[in-house]
């Protein structure tokens, strides 16, 4: 077995109450009883390791350790033991091993989409549906698979041939997923942008690629509004130079026949064709290095990044992830609250490689009610549930205990992941959601869609504690001078490559930008751009962006950590810090938040905001001055934008700065520009009873024993 051997216990062991003032970190919250680590994938895979290749384990880490020395063995055993379907074999595992330019399983011959629908299972339900308007809905096996080959087919007649591109503007729904499975599986590169990106965020995004086909709703609806989207899409359209075809889905108003371009298709009409037999549609077969599709980071500076990756890399990957750490089983349904233009989407549209049903949902998640999410997972009977932290920060301002409510007898496991997860996060779902259960917290990147770090449902459950490093990823902590460190915050580095890793970015011909983008500080180490901490077990902390780094008096300190406390004051609805290095040596560190509606930011709630960073962290965590803002800058994703605020306040042009058509807000940055023109000394801005100290080194050093 690889279970933990760190305390012996043999039964689910959830602590019933934490402390009342909070929990502590690494608390023991859940341990998995002897029966659930027997049930593991891990553990069956574990055994096939054993009787397929004479290999024993002492606990997970020695397994992981494995994965990640070697490397040709690991991804080969995760080949064989999945069945990968290849109508050409690879010569080897890795032609090459280097980074960037790892060359996978040279040779080979697959197709991603065949993977999926090679489970189809006639009479079973391949997802389920709900959206603000739409109760939950099951779309059998030979709809959904029959719909893909028809698309497919239709695809080729348009003359899309492997290597072209066909983008989306689609919300999640069940269409879309179709619609990239029928474009992967023709050995076209699918790309796709959530509706409520404005126009600008949408062409910089696609417009890079050249597309040839465009499949477009006419709107989406959120919050219980409609927001029609046909001006916004002939902008769109009128900017794709080499654009064949659009295909357009009346989502909005079914009956509506009039298009945002001449010439435009329905979507029924492209259906409206024979039924094509599983038997004789033809998957193309393209080599596992072929481009599968284009993920778009967040772009807060220029461009987005178009991050291309490949059939093979993302079909390991998503094996791999979806049976070691988050123990999907066949039959099983998942929920995962995103939207279409979000790396957790790609995610929830390859559950089905895994056998497993996944449950989209369409809408606001706090609409009619902030517990709407939590009636999805009853009404499913999803077996595992994923949500940002942000989202259990609204359960805990509107007092909402689900377990008080639903019925989740079905949940198995969580996901908490797409910000840094605290101790009373973790803590929050055994308190208020269910006792046994995993809660597999998770943090990777869009860059390679997958998780670096996650869950291990052999291993026990410490608060604000990602488990473990995830198998085939030499995922490790660099300090200042590139070592390997434990127990100590640095760099988040991977060490040895990955299949699913960017095969390349779009239109960078030459790789600068792939190469600066990950290799610039380390050469031929992937460094991913946020803070890392391992500590003695393999338990694991992501911190927050290093780009992001508050460095006082030569100490690191990650804006997870502010955020974290500010989130136990109520009057707070969100915040952001940035610190400003000086001349001189100085530094100012401002912490701007914006509070509930009506509120006004006073003495005494900006001395209680600096009295909870420094009671629960230090000193140094104490902020210049407190500012009250109308708005958080974020990106469509919803990452704070601390480092184009920081620029902003340094003095550069805002144009420089930020790509406003990147933002969900593009407005909110306007105060912090005319926030920086009013300031012709950061050094004089501070208000030194609240601030952690313009060099105040002596204090500090008093305050927290450094």
């Not at 127990?487 to 060490?495: A, I, K």
């Not at 003695?536 to 008096?553: I, K, M, Q, Y």
């Amino acid at each position: 077995m690889v279970g933990s051997k760190s305390d012996g216990m043999t039964k689910s062991s959830p602590k019933a109450e934490s402390k009342a003032m909070g929990v502590q970190e690494g608390e023991l919250l859940w341990t998995p009883s002897a029966a659930q680590v027997e049930d593991a994938n891990l553990t069956r895979f574990a055994k096939w390791l054993r009787r397929e290749r004479a290999l024993e384990f002492d606990g997970y880490e020695a397994m992981w350790h494995w994965s990640i020395t070697e490397l040709e063995d690991f991804w080969q055993a995760i080949w064989d033991y999945f069945g990968i379907q290849a109508s050409a074999p690879h010569t080897c595992v890795l032609g090459k091993r280097t980074m960037p330019g790892a060359e996978w399983f040279p040779g080979a011959r697959l197709n991603y989409a065949q993977h999926v629908l090679r489970n189809e299972r006639p009479g079973a339900d391949a997802l389920l549906f709900t959206s603000e308007t739409t109760p939950l809905t099951g779309m059998p096996w030979e709809t959904f698979a029959g719909q893909v080959r028809i698309l497919a087919t239709r695809l080729r007649e348009f003359g899309v041939r492997p290597g072209d591109r066909v983008v989306a503007l689609m919300p999640n729904i069940p269409q879309t997923m179709i619609a990239m499975l029928a474009t992967t599986a023709i050995g076209a590169i699918w790309a796709c942008c959530s509706p409520d990106f404005g126009s600008r965020g949408v062409i910089d995004r696609i417009q890079q690629l050249s597309p040839k086909v465009l499949f477009c709703a006419d709107g989406y609806r959120y919050g219980g509004r409609a927001f029609d989207r046909k001006k916004e899409l002939a902008e769109i359209i009128a900017a794709l130079e080499g654009l064949e075809h659009v295909v357009l889905l009346p989502y909005l108003n079914p009956e509506d026949r009039a298009g945002p371009w001449d010439g435009a298709l329905l979507w029924s009409g492209l259906l409206e064709h024979a039924a094509i037999a599983k038997e004789t549609f033809e998957f193309e077969q393209v080599p596992f290095g072929h481009p599968l599709w284009v993920l778009f980071s967040s772009g807060t500076t220029g461009l987005p990044k178009a991050i291309v990756q490949s059939h093979g890399g993302i079909l390991l990957e998503q094996l791999k992830l979806q049976h070691f750490h988050m123990d999907y089983r066949a039959g099983q349904r998942a929920f995962f609250f995103t939207t279409s233009g979000w790396m957790m989407w790609n995610f929830l549209a390859s559950m089905p490689l895994s056998e497993v049903c996944p449950v989209m949902y369409d809408g606001n998640p706090a609409y009619p009610a902030p517990d709407v999410l939590w009636k999805v997972a009853q009404d499913s009977r999803a077996s595992f549930f994923g949500a940002s932290p942000a989202y259990v920060e609204v359960m805990v301002k509107a007092g909402i205990v689900p377990r008080e409510r639903f019925d989740l007898s079905h949940l198995r496991a969580v996901m908490p992941a797409g910000s840094p997860v605290s101790p009373e996060c973790t803590a929050w779902f055994y308190r208020n959601v269910k006792q046994d259960l995993l809660v597999a917290t998770g943090s990777g990147g869009t860059d390679c869609c997958t998780g670096f770090v996650g869950g291990v449902p052999t291993q026990p459950v410490y608060a604000g504690e990602i488990q473990g490093r995830s198998l085939g990823v030499a995922a490790h902590t660099f300090n200042e001078k590139g070592e390997s460190v434990i127990d100590e915050v640095g760099e988040l580095v991977l060490t040895e490559p990955m299949p699913s890793m960017p095969i390349y970015f779009w239109g960078d011909h030459d790789g600068s930008r792939y190469r600066d983008s990950y290799f610039d500080v380390y050469p031929g180490v992937w460094r991913h751009g946020d803070f890392f901490r391992i500590n003695g077990r393999g338990g694991c902390f992501v911190l927050g962006r290093s780009d992001a780094t508050l460095n006082r008096l030569g100490v690191r300190i990650g804006t997870a950590e502010i955020y974290r406390a500010l989130a136990q004051i109520e009057e707070i609805e969100d915040s952001l810090v940035v610190n400003l290095d000086l001349p001189g040596g100085k530094f100012f560190m401002p912490l701007f938040v914006k509070l509930m509606a009506g509120l006004e930011l006073d003495v005494e709630l900006e001395r209680r905001v600096c009295e909870q960073l420094r009671r629960e962290y230090t000193a140094r965590h104490v902020p210049d001055r407190v500012i009250q803002a109308p708005g958080i800058p974020m990106t469509l994703t919803r990452k704070k934008m601390e480092v184009p605020v920081r620029r902003i306040l340094m003095g550069t042009p805002l144009e420089q700065a930020a790509n406003r058509n990147t933002m969900a807000n593009p407005d909110a940055l306007n105060f912090f520009v005319d926030y920086a023109k009013t300031q012709k000394d950061y050094s004089l801005a501070a208000k030194p009873e609240f601030a952690g100290g313009q060099g105040e080194s002596q204090s500090l050093e008093k305050s927290d024993g450094r």
